[in-house]
């Protein structure tokens, strides 16, 4: 596609998963060499068995995963019109793993980009959490992320979403707890494992997409993300 940027990790055996997520199992079903029989004809096809969590790869999370409170929507109940917007990204590259952003850094980066965050806005963070960490042990504890307020910041400029590289939006343990219920609180969310955010670094404001699967009662969904410019 002309002028557009793949935000999305591949999907594949045993990809590095959040450690209290099942893992992504894929296999071949059936292949070419097995010949099928369908009436009068013998056709020959691929198709692959896939077994994963819903928070598998890059994906968004439900409010119904981090809102105990009855009724939280799950995937398949959130409007689709939130997965196509307006998005821009910031440079946040050169925070130390495991940090918590504060909102100074965030006005800081902000600033740098020139940009404003708009209603509705989805606000992508790029943390250099691939470049320094994806297929590391430290991917899975080392990320840096957002500090409490930070999310609250984001949410008080009336955001949508917002995502990181990360497998969560916020240093592991307690951090990452608080990011989350900050969150419904504020009726925002999130998404996490994306890829290529340095790409959009310094290109101002795009549209983003990233639609989930229709999962009945999902808690998450994995999604092909894709900035388009222009
Ligand atoms: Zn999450």
């Not at 307006?86 to 940090?99: E, Q, Y």
Request: charged share 20%; hydrophobic share 40%.
């Amino acid at each position: 596609m002309p002028g557009s940027v793949d935000l999305s990790r591949e999907i594949f055996h045993r990809t590095q998963t959040h450690p209290s997520h099942p893992p992504v199992v894929t296999t071949v079903w059936n292949d070419h060499a097995e010949k099928k029989q369908a009436g009068n004809t013998t056709f020959t096809s691929k198709v692959l068995f896939l077994s994963m969590s819903d928070h598998a790869g890059t994906h968004v999370d439900a409010p119904v995963h981090f809102d105990p409170r009855p009724g939280a929507a799950s995937i398949d109940q959130v409007p689709l019109a939130d997965f196509y917007t307006s998005a821009i990204c910031l440079d946040l590259s050169h925070v130390p793993l495991k940090h918590a952003i504060t909102v100074r850094e965030m006005e800081a980066a902000l600033a740098e980009s020139g940009q404003e965050i708009r209603p509705r806005d989805t606000v992508l963070l790029w943390m250099a959490v691939n470049e320094r960490l994806l297929g590391k042990p430290g991917y899975l504890h080392d990320f840096p992320g957002l500090a409490l307020e930070s999310v609250r910041w984001l949410a008080d400029r009336g955001i949508g979403m917002f995502g990181v590289e990360a497998i969560s939006p916020a240093p592991e343990g307690e951090p990452n707890f608080q990011a989350h219920m900050a969150c419904a609180e504020r009726g925002i969310t999130h998404m996490e494992c994306l890829a290529n955010l340095h790409s959009l670094v310094g290109r101002g404001r795009f549209t983003f997409i990233g639609f989930p699967l229709k999962i009945r009662g999902g808690t998450a969904s994995p999604i092909r993300a894709v900035a388009m410019f222009g």
